[in-house]
């Protein structure tokens, strides 16, 4: 069964950090372009950050560039977000998604008009 679960996410003081992870099972991660997306309450689902398939061009969201950084780890078949200097308006439900793109950002584009089962993903809170 090919499967996507996210964890890792919590309450946290603004300037915080959390790493959220996207573990995969019945399939390569590494053999997909990988994206990280969020939705606030009330909001649309946002493209967080993307790697394309190679592995070798990354995209991150203004939102969150120089703050959030995407990585995967083929041993353990899993990919990251880590999460620095977290913000209030970071508050969200975050999922990972993948897709067969080249591009990090048409990773980040296009996974969210495709993905039509989403997994349960991972709550991240900041708040004082």
């Known amino acids: 069964q090919l499967r996507l679960v996210e964890s890792g996410g919590g309450l946290v003081h603004p300037g915080g950090s959390l790493r959220l992870s996207c573990a995969a099972s019945?399939?390569?991660?590494?053999?997909?372009?990988i994206g990280w997306f969020r939705r606030a309450p009330g909001k649309n689902l946002e493209s967080v950050s993307c790697?394309?398939?190679?592995?070798?061009?990354?995209f991150a969201a203004e939102s969150v560039e120089g703050r959030f950084t995407l990585s995967r780890d083929s041993a353990k078949n899993t990919a990251y977000l880590q999460m620095d200097s977290l913000k209030p308006e970071d508050t969200a439900r975050y999922y990972c998604?993948?897709?067969?793109?080249?591009?990090?950002?048409?990773?980040?584009?296009?996974?969210?008009?495709?993905?039509?089962?989403w997994g349960q993903g991972t709550q991240v809170t900041v708040s004082s």
């Open positions: 019945g399939f390569r991660l590494d053999s997909y372009a």
């Open positions: 998604a993948t897709g067969d793109f080249t591009s990090a950002v048409q990773t980040c584009l296009q996974v969210p008009l495709e993905t039509t089962n």
């Open positions: 790697i394309n398939k190679n592995g070798d061009d990354t």
